[in-house]
């Protein structure tokens, strides 16, 4: 498949004009023209680049690439060596940060609602592009069983903060894959027993425990593994491409 041709059946399912967002997303970095071979990950490191230059990938497909807003310009140091080791390789570089996030059914939200058993009930903001979901767990539990079915599931305990009344059982829930920590007030205004995101704010703390939330920071990138290697399964599955899911651990 021509990689242009592939970046048109990306931007199709993820439809990434339709969000504001802090990176490009689609085509970062222009390697060969046909593409086969594609490994999917997290995050564009080095590591990650040199795995796809192992395995002979055509393309590598990341939710984390490069070019953020406020980084510096200069194709230099750790950035050069990344962008430098893609083209001596002939490796296309795509990326796709939150309309992956986003995405109803391959989204990095999406797969955790799903690993986690929750049903989805719509936007926190109330909008489809809401970065943040919310839902209903289809068996209520307390903070702690839930901590527990956190870590069993991503292979990572969560750090719990519990609201001062620490028995509250969870019923309603709120998400955001990721670094959406300060949603956290959102969940609280319409009325969630409990919120999840992958980082955590040394604010968030007192917010659970002054508002009366369950908080659950479950890891950056443990709750962000699942989009992208979704959606390489999506592309192998309806495009007959070779995809490999690649896990470069991260703890936070």
Known sequence: MNILQLEKILNEKLSP?????????????????????????????QALVDKAVELNAD????????????????????KGNRIRTLIKND????????????????GNNAEL???????????????????????RLKQPMSGA????KINQVLNRQPLHIAPDQAGKIIETIGWCTGGGQDYIELAVQIGLDAFISGEI??????TAREMGIH???????????????ALGEWLAAEHGLDVEFIDIDNPV
Request: cysteine-free; overall charge negative; proline content about 5%.
């Open 91 to 106: 490796i296309n570089l795509l990326g796709y940060h939150l309309p992956l996030d986003i995405h109803p059914e391959l």
């Open 215 to 229: 908080y659950f920071a479950a890891g950056h990138h443990a709750t962000e593994r699942y989009g992208v290697k």
């Open 59 to 78: 393309a590598l497909l990341v939710h984390h690439g490069y070019f953020w807003k406020g980084e510096p310009e200069p194709i230099r140091g750790m």
């Open 145 to 148: 069983e839930f901590a527990s």
């Open 17 to 45: 004009q339709l969000i504001k967002d802090y990176a490009p997303n689609g085509l970062q970095v222009e390697g060969k023209q046909e593409v086969t071979r594609i490994v999917t990950g997290v995050t564009a490191s």
């Open 113 to 135: 609602a799903r690993l986690l058993d929750i049903d989805v009930e719509g936007g926190m903001e109330g909008h489809p592009q809401s970065v943040a979901m919310r839902g």
């Open 201 to 206: 704010s040394e604010r968030t703390t007192y």
